[in-house]
Nanobody
């Protein structure tokens, strides 16, 4: 059984940094594409899909889909720890959201920003950026 656990969220002031972790059991993350998504407060009730932020392929190619996070967010992985990270710097109030990691099994060398391309998800970790 695949289990993904996100951690590292919290409350931070604007301009601050957080490093999210996505640790896995039952799957070797290094073999697949791993994406980070987020969902802002209230968006789930509106039926909106999660926003695809970044993805790292099984070739360690990083893809950044949201212009506002380019240069501020960095995705990386540590295969020895079976963990994928999302380093977030210069956080802004609009980054406030629940953040999720997910595994894309098919065509793992190709990333996607679409929620439906990912099969297994973590439970999410909350990031709140507020002064």
């Amino acid at each position: 059984q695949v289990q993904l656990v996100e951690s590292g969220g919290g409350v931070v002031q604007p301009g601050g940094s957080l490093k999210l972790s996505c640790a896995a059991a039952g799957v070797s993350l290094g073999q697949y594409a791993i994406g980070w998504f987020r969902q802002a407060p209230g968006k789930e009730r509106e039926g909106q899909e999660r926003e695809g932020l970044v993805c790292i392929s099984n070739r360690d190619d990083g893809y950044y889909y949201v212009p506002s996070v380019k240069g501020r967010f960095t995705i990386s992985r540590d295969n020895n720890k079976n963990t994928v990270y999302l380093q977030m710097n210069d956080l802004k109030p609009e980054d406030t959201a629940a953040y999720y990691c997910a595994v894309k099994y098919l065509s793992a060398s190709i990333c996607s920003r679409l929620e439906k391309r990912y099969e297994d998800w973590g439970q999410g970790t909350q990031v709140t950026v507020s002064s």
